[in-house]
Each structure stands twice: as C-alpha cells, then as structure tokens.
C-alpha cells in the first residue's frame, strides 16, 4: 500500500516534472541557456499557464464555502463511523474507516494557502493511518484510534471550515479519565467510545459551523 | 500411497527451489540523526530495552536470527519487518511530524500495556525481548513523559 502510494507520487512528480518543462520548451524554443530555468518557468506561469494562473486563483480567492467542500467528504465518512461506533457496530466501523480513508487520500491540501499545507498535510497524513487502523481492528482498538482521529478531524475543520453544523462533544472517562472529544450532527449525546455500554456520558462543548 | 508420494516430492522440490528466492536483508550500519535515542533524552534502562524488544521490527537494523535465510521463514520475517517499520520506525523518528510523534507514542502505551507488542511469536524465539511488568511500567512511564512534554 505504502509502496504504491510511494510509486504513484514519483510518478505524479515526473508527470508534472515532463509537462511543466515541455511548456517552457515550447514558450522558449530560442532561448536555451540553462542557468535561466527557473525564472523563465515562474514567467511563463504568471504569462500564460492556464495550470499556474488556475491554482494561483484558488490560493487567494478560495471562498468560504469552496473551504468547506474540500473537506465534506470526509466529514461525512467521519459521522459513518462515528455512528457505527455507537451502535457498537465493528464492521461497520472498518466499512466506514476504509471509506474515510479515501476521502482523506482525495483531499487537496495545494488549495489552500502556503502557510496552512504544512499543518493539513500533518493532519490529513495522521488521520489516514488512524482510518487504515480503524478498517482492520477489533472495536476496542477502533475507538482509541477514533479519538486521535477526532482531534485531527477537529484540527481540520478549524482551517477548512465546516459545510454543515456539528456539535463537539466530550467523554471526560474515555482514556482512564483523560477524556476524549468527538463530532455529531446532532446536539443529542450518544457516546461512540462505550456505546450501549454508557450511551448518554457526555457533554456538548460547542457548536461548529 | 504413491499419491501422498508424488506430493511429498512435489513438496520437497518446492521447498528446495523456494530456497533460491532471496528476501531483502534489513541491516544498516548507518545511525541517522534522526533516531529516537538521539532526538529524545532517553535514560539507558529504557534505551535498552527499546533497542532489545523493538529494534528487530522497528528500525532500519534487523539482528537476525540464525534460520534467517531458509524460506519461507525468512519471507516471513521480512513481512513482519515491512510492516513494523511502515507503522513505526524508530530510526526515522525525528523526521515524524509532532501530531504523529503523539499518535505513536499513545499507541506504543497501549500496545505494550495490552501486552500486543512485542508479538507473541517474536518473544517466543527472542526470550529477552520479552518485557516484564516491572519493565512495562518503566516503559509506559516514560513514553507518556514523553508524550505529555510534546
């Protein structure tokens, strides 16, 4: 899996590598000298680059709502699982985990502003191997990495926004006492780390939109 | 009769030809910066024992065992190797960013807490792999230290 993920990134990289250089080669045929690579290539981008101008457009101008659909996939997956948790339900939970972990594969990180890709590709990354996780383990398992998730689910949401309105809520006993948060659609306590077991301990911490 | 015969054969020679497909070797000498006993203050005691229990999987270095080179057990020592490091390398540690240092060191806790890690079939073999409660709660304890300075 990794490997492939691996190879098909290089491969991306090349793929983008051959066609940002056939651009330029074709917009400087007679210019050849090598020491002028890179200049001419941030040239032809703010000129003409359809691909350049396209992305630079979504970096400053990328709406509100734009934000929030980057991420509404994954949202929705997130509240799958949460809700096969629940219901104390394992396979349902793996079903959901592998469905999110897509989700969080697909997401575009290059949409958003230089200074917030760092941070969302650490999350997007950390939350991927916690869905890989939650797809191949027993539920108990499945719950300690649905907490982690949750935090990085909640760190996603503070600079993408959220297409619809969740409630944050809080176990303060999940984790020997540490407590635990997690996300629901609705304001109505059902707690996804004990299910059946203590389905009401909690408490609504507060309102995302 | 001469059935279970042709299979035993059969057998045989697989066994024989499998003996030629050599598995990639996990070994290095090199230490890169970016271990964890050198990016973190690790005390010795604990050292040691992440160096004994969790290096063989978890770690660019592998001390093989001495059937390391007869199959299929060495190609299933090199799957438990691949995915021990995909999941934790501890020699890549400095390179993990902080959200992901965290997630790791909560699931080294629980691991070693539910006694998953080191796995059964390792300790088997590696007697001093194996972690006494005493040594569980010298691990535990400093792995949350860790974990909560972070």
């Not at chain 1, 934000?67 to 699982?81: A, F, G, K, R």
């Not at chain 1, 389905?199 to 609504?204: K, S």
Request: include cysteine; glycine fraction near 6%.
């Amino acid at each position: 899996m990794r490997k492939a993920n691996v190879k098909t990134g290089i491969l991306a990289m090349v793929i983008i590598a051959l066609t940002a250089t056939s651009c330029k080669d074709k917009k400087k045929e007679q210019e050849s000298e090598e020491g002028h690579h890179t200049e001419q290539m941030e040239k032809g981008g703010q000129m003409d680059g359809t691909m350049e101008d396209h992305s630079q457009m979504d970096h400053d101008n990328m709406s509100h709502g734009e934000m929030t659909m980057m991420s509404s996939d994954i949202v929705t997956d997130y509240l799958t699982l949460k809700n096969a948790l629940v219901s104390d339900d394992q396979d349902g939970a793996a079903k959901a985990g592998e469905k999110l972990e897509g989700s969080l594969k697909s997401f575009d990180s290059s949409k958003f502003a230089d200074d917030q890709q760092g941070e969302l590709n650490d999350i997007i990354e950390d939350a991927t191997e916690h869905a890989q996780h939650i797809a191949k383990s027993d539920i108990g398992h499945q719950r300690e990495h649905f907490d982690v998730l949750s935090k990085d689910i909640i760190d996603l949401l503070a600079i993408t926004g959220s297409d619809r309105t969740l409630y944050q809520a809080y176990c303060p006993m999940y984790n020997k006492n540490k407590g635990a948060q997690w996300l629901s659609a609705s304001k109505e306590i059902k707690n996804p780390y004990y299910g059946s077991k203590m389905m009401t301990c909690g408490e609504v911490q507060k309102e995302i939109n | 009769m001469k059935a279970l015969k042709i299979i035993g054969i059969v057998l045989l020679v697989g066994l024989v030809i499998i003996q030629f497909f050599p598995t990639n070797r996990n070994q290095s000498d090199m230490v890169p910066t970016t271990d964890f006993m050198l990016v973190n203050n690790v005390p010795t005691e604990v050292e040691e024992m992440v160096k004994t229990s969790c290096y063989d999987c978890h770690s660019n270095n592998t001390d093989y065992p001495w059937y390391n080179k007869v199959q299929p057990i060495a190609w299933f020592l090199q799957g438990h190797i691949e995915d021990g490091k995909s999941e934790l390398n501890f020699n890549e540690w400095g390179d993990y960013s902080e959200r992901r240092k965290k997630s790791k060191l909560r699931s080294i806790v629980s691991q070693v807490e539910e006694g998953e890690m080191p796995l059964f079939s390792y300790t088997l073999i590696h007697g001093d792999a194996k972690l006494s409660d005493a040594e569980k709660k010298t691990l535990i304890g400093f792995i949350t230290k860790l974990k909560d300075s972070l």
